[in-house]
């Protein structure tokens, strides 16, 4: 994320134009929500108003439904059933004539499975966690006018997965792993380690041990060498 400084200069259009927008925060990690809420959630200066937090789906569902947010910013990978999962119970509120419901994804996770998901599910974009606190703020504000909103390498993804007419085909071994499972995998695919993984995702390293070994279980492989080539045949890096 930006600096403060940063955000207030952009934001400071937002108030001057007379925009308001009324955002739920759906992450599972507290200290993000927090840094979050600092970075965008000074209404008099960006016209951002949060009306809501939760950190798993049950939460997200009923914050949402209580509040009835324009926009609500959503991680991917929530306890629960994931974003995927909110999306799915939400769909009556995104389909509402009067008062729409819409859903930006903000997640750490840039792989084609969780972008295409997630859009498939009713989201009207989707950006990573490297965006900086203007660009999050513009983008709350396209999505709730009714434009699609995509970190730039990332609308290929939704581009390929919709020009095909063609249905994803099934990884019934991917589908034994949790969303968890499935991210720390791609970084381990990727040669992080395990400090380093643990920091990007916000949870111990003991943590990153036991879904590595959960991951290396359920798909029958000794070693991260033998999961990064099973990775990399399934361009999961």
């Known amino acids: 994320m930006s600096e403060p400084t940063e955000a207030n200069g952009t934001t400071g259009d937002a108030e001057s ?6 955002v739920v925060l759906v ?10 809420q600092a970075e965008i959630g000074q209404t008099a200066q960006t016209g951002v108003e949060v009306v809501g937090e939760a950190a798993d789906v049950d939460q997200a569902v009923t914050v949402i439904t209580a509040t009835r947010p324009e926009v609500v910013l959503l991680d991917v990978h929530l306890p629960g059933g994931g974003g995927v999962e909110v999306l799915r119970r939400c769909t009556p509120l995104m389909g509402d004539a009067e008062q729409p419901v819409r859903f930006l994804a903000l997640s750490v996770s840039d792989a084609a499975e969780d972008v295409i998901g997630v859009i498939r599910g009713g989201a009207r974009g989707y950006v990573t ?22 970190s730039p390498r990332l609308a290929g993804f939704v581009l390929d997965a919709f020009a095909s007419t063609d249905a994803p085909p099934v990884d019934e071994d991917l589908d034994r792993l949790t969303q968890r499972e499935r991210e720390v995998l791609r970084l381990i695919a990727r040669g ?3 400090k380093e993984i ?27 060498h033998e999961l990064t080539r099973w990775a990399t045949a399934r361009r999961l890096v």
């Not at 134009?17 to 009324?22: E, L, M, W």
């Not at 992450?27 to 979050?36: A, I, L």
């Not at 966690?129 to 995509?150: C, W």
């Open 17 to 22: 134009a007379g925009r308001h927008v009324r």
């Open 129 to 150: 966690k490297t965006i900086t606190g203007t660009d999050l703020v513009d983008s709350i504000f396209r999505v709730q006018e009714g434009d699609a909103v995509f």
């Open 198 to 224: 643990a920091k990007q995702l916000f949870i111990s390293v003991k943590t990153v041990e036991s879904h590595v070994s959960a991951v290396l279980r359920k798909l029958q492989l000794s070693n991260r």
């Open 27 to 36: 992450d599972d990690h507290r200290m993000f929500r927090t840094g979050v």
């Open 192 to 194: 992080y380690a395990y």
